[in-house]
């Protein structure tokens, strides 16, 4: 099945040429299944490509809480990118987010492009706070 780096989907897991393609989460979940190289690549391009967050943000999910450091950052781009397009997150990929470091892309694509009554309030606080700190370095005028 595996060929060239390619399998039975036609998806190159290995050298991962056109795993932003991908559009099939049922696809991505076979791929975290078989511990396929380049998984998180795959994620990226789901988000991307997917007309439903319901069905992405499950295997977004799946990438938030990988034990492979790569694979989460990718699913912290994913979730920027599903918050982006879609104006909207569910209760576990926040909670999942929140164990990664603040001032990524998914913290500030959540903030900018969701209905803050949608986001936990960690991320209110992370926020605000960010926004207190930059008031006061401002000079006075």
Do not use: K, Y
């Not at 492979?68 to 926040?94: K, M, N, S």
């Not at 913290?107 to 991320?123: A, E, G, I, K, N």
Request: proline fraction near 6%; hydrophobic fraction near 45%; charge should be positive.
């Amino acid at each position: 099945m595996r060929g060239g780096g390619g399998t039975a989907d036609g998806l190159d897991w290995r050298g991962g040429s056109n795993l932003l393609a991908v559009d099939r989460p049922e696809v991505v979940l076979a791929a975290f299944r078989r511990g396929e190289p380049n998984v998180g690549v795959a994620v990226i391009g789901l988000a991307l490509h997917h007309a439903d967050p319901e069905a992405v943000l499950p295997v977004v999910a799946r990438a938030l809480e990988s034990a492979d450091r790569e694979v989460r950052r990718q699913g912290v781009i994913a979730l920027a990118h599903v918050a982006r397009l879609h104006r909207t997150v569910d209760r576990r990929c926040p909670e999942l987010l929140r164990g990664c470091p603040r001032g990524n892309e998914a913290d500030d694509d959540l903030w900018s492009f969701v209905p803050h009554r949608q986001l936990p309030l960690w991320l209110w606080r992370h926020h605000l706070w960010e926004r207190l700190v930059e008031r006061m370095r401002r000079p006075f005028a």
